[in-house]
């Protein structure tokens, strides 16, 4: 990847990260810690990968794209915002009553959302059926879904597995943002899902394991998913929940708490120091 590429998504995943910590402040709820864990990876998505277009939201032959782990939707909302979907300054209305943003993703009222989610385990499925019907109908879009390390710990994400491996869809990436933490804990102490890459290789999947917040090994990974025939790949991307906001980084705590005024604050003067737009 060169340099600039490089810099520009930076510099998204920062703004990315801006919008999940106004976000959840603002809302004085929500989930910052699993948005900021998946920043480079939806950079990378919608200013690289995604085949999508924000003046036509609907077109039939756009790549889809599932937020299986549907509470992460600060995230998710910074990154449209960012790519032209809708102002960035509606990312303030948060989870207001009167906001169309709200904790969830809803694909009727949120424009570049393709799937609506938040019960666990579901969005994947969706993904699957969309490979699925693509597959049906001949069409060429490619379908790719973020689920949370926790979240595979839903029985409903192996009866998706299996299915779509057992329908060869060669179309489908899923991607698993491993950060080894869940409200409660660790994955480890809830309910170990761990050996992953294992685990998906034995439901018949392509397996690639990277460093979810290292360009060079995001692109490889979806380059050679785009060549993996046959069979579905799952990005098993390890990462840092909460990186980005030093206080939050690897902390449980951060699941499902926003920050307050200070905390806010500190956040915000960190992402926007080392913003690459600011220090170029």
């Not at 480890?188 to 439901?203: L, T």
């Not at 690639?208 to 060549?227: C, L």
Request: aromatic share 8%; no cysteine; hydrophobic share 40%.
């Amino acid at each position: 990847m060169t340099a600039e590429k490089k810099n520009l998504l930076a510099q998204k995943a920062n703004h990315i990260r801006q919008g999940v910590i106004e976000g959840t402040f603002h809302a004085k709820s929500g989930h910052p810690g699993g948005s900021l864990s998946i920043a480079e990876l939806l950079a990378f998505l919608y200013f690289s990968e995604l085949r999508v277009d924000p003046t036509n939201p609907h077109d039939s032959s756009r790549d889809r794209f599932v937020l299986s782990k549907g509470h992460a939707a600060p995230a998710l909302y910074a990154a449209l915002a960012e790519r032209g979907y809708f102002p960035i300054a509606d990312l303030k209305t948060l989870r207001k009553p009167d906001s169309y943003l709200q904790g969830h993703p809803n694909m009727n009222d949120v424009p570049g959302v393709d799937m609506s989610t938040g019960s666990l385990g579901q969005g994947i499925s969706a993904a699957v059926g969309m490979a699925l019907g693509a597959k049906l109908s001949g069409e060429d879009f490619r379908v790719y879904t973020i689920l949370g390390d926790g979240e595979i710990q839903e029985g409903q994400v192996w009866e998706a597995a299996m299915f779509a491996a057992a329908k060869k869809l060669d179309q489908l990436v899923a991607v698993v943002d491993n950060n080894n933490l869940q409200i409660d804990g660790t994955i480890a102490e809830v309910n170990s899902p761990y050996p992953i890459p294992e685990k998906f290789r034995a439901f018949g999947w392509h397996v690639i394991e990277i460093d979810g917040h290292d360009y060079d090994q995001i692109e490889a990974a979806f380059a050679e998913a785009r060549t993996t025939k046959g069979r579905p790949t799952a990005i098993i991307a390890k990462t840092i929940k909460g990186i980005g906001v030093s206080y939050m980084e690897n902390q449980v705590g951060w699941h499902g708490s926003a920050p307050n005024e200070e905390q806010y604050q500190m956040a915000m003067q960190e992402l926007v120091a080392a913003d690459p737009e600011r220090q170029a």
